[in-house]
C-alpha cells in the first residue's frame, strides 16, 4: 500500500472514531459505517442525475446500504459487488422485480443468499456508480480502504463499455470524511464527480475517468482470486 495514503486514511479513522462518527463502533479499517448515512442517502436522491438513472452500479459496503434500497424502491436496477469479486458472476443483480423491499434486499447477508449473480456481459451500461471511501477531498480525488476493488469494478465496466463520460460516480460520506486538501493518487484512481454528506452536495471538476483495468497495479492475491481478471492476464 502507499504510506501517505495509509497515513490520510489513518488520520480519518481516529478522528471520526473521536467524534463517535460510525454507527457501530470504530470504523479503523473500513469503509466507515457513518451516522448520518440514510441522510446521506436521502440527499443524494434529490440529485437531478440520480432521478434521471435506470441503473446504479454500488459497492457492497453497509454506509452505502440505504443509497441501495432507495435506488431499489424507486425502481432503478441495482448492480451491487460480490465482496472481492468472487466467482465467475462477480456482481449481485438487485432489483423491485425479486419482490422484495430495498431495505431488505440492499444487504449484503440477502444478496448472498437470494440474489442472482451477473458476469459483466450480462450487465446493462451504468448510469451510476456508488464508491464508498474512506477519505475525500472536494477536488473529487478519493481513498477507499486500500484494496483496489473498487478500482477494479470500474475498470472491468469501463473496458465493457459499461461506464463512460455519462456516468455519475459518487460517493457518500460523514462531514469529517471531506478534506480541504491535496490527496495522493495513482493513475489507476478514478475519481469522483459528486460528494454527499448529510448535509452538503458537492459537485467536482472533471478530473479522472476510469480508465479500464491496470493489470500491472494488481495484487498477487487479486490475480489469483478474482476470475473475471483472468482474460487480461492471459493476454500478457
Same mark, same amino acid.
Request: with cysteine.
Given at each position: 500500500m502507499n504510506t501517505s495514503k495509509d497515513q490520510v486514511r489513518q488520520r480519518v479513522w481516529e478522528r471520526m472514531d473521536a467524534a463517535g462518527a460510525g454507527r457501530t463502533g470504530s470504523v479503523q @479499517?473500513?469503509?466507515?459505517?457513518?451516522? @448520518?448515512?440514510?441522510?446521506a442517502a436521502q440527499r443524494l436522491t434529490e440529485h437531478e442525475r440520480w432521478r434521471a438513472a435506470h441503473v446504479v452500479k454500488s459497492?457492497?459496503?453497509?454506509? #452505502? &446500504?440505504e443509497v441501495r434500497a432507495v435506488a431499489i424502491d424507486a425502481g432503478k436496477q441495482v448492480y451491487m459487488a460480490v465482496p472481492r469479486l468472487a466467482g465467475l458472476q462477480p456482481f449481485y443483480f438487485l432489483d423491485l422485480a425479486l419482490g422484495v423491499p430495498g431495505r431488505v434486499s440492499a444487504t449484503k447477508a440477502w444478496a448472498a443468499k437470494y440474489a442472482?449473480?451477473?458476469? %459483466?456481459? #450480462?450487465?446493462r451500461p451504468?448510469? %451510476?456508480? +456508488?464508491?464508498g471511501s474512506v477519505a475525500v477531498n472536494t477536488a473529487g480525488v478519493r481513498l477507499g480502504k486500500g484494496a483496489g476493488y473498487s478500482d477494479i469494478e470500474m475498470g472491468l465496466l469501463a473496458d465493457a463499455g459499461l /461506464? @463512460?463520460?455519462? &456516468?455519475?460516480?459518487? &460517493? &457518500? +460520506?460523514?462531514?469529517? #470524511? +471531506? /478534506?480541504?486538501e491535496e490527496l495522493p493518487e495513482g493513475p489507476h484512481d478514478a475519481s469522483v464527480d459528486l460528494i454527499v454528506t448529510p448535509t452538503r452536495t458537492i459537485t467536482c471538476p472533471p478530473r479522472h475517468r476510469p480508465q479500464g483495468?491496470? +493489470?500491472d497495479a494488481l495484487s498477487t492475491e487479486q490475480k489469483t482470486t478474482i476470475p473475471a481478471l483472468h482474460p487480461y492476464l492471459r493476454a500478457q
Open positions: @479499517g473500513k469503509i466507515p459505517d457513518f451516522r @448520518g448515512a440514510p441522510e459497492n457492497p459496503d453497509k454506509a #452505502q &446500504t442472482p449473480r451477473v458476469s %459483466v456481459s #450480462q450487465m451504468v448510469d %451510476v456508480v +456508488v464508491c /461506464l @463512460g463520460p455519462q &456516468t455519475l460516480i459518487v &460517493t &457518500t +460520506v460523514h462531514d469529517l #470524511q +471531506v /478534506l480541504d483495468v491496470f +493489470v
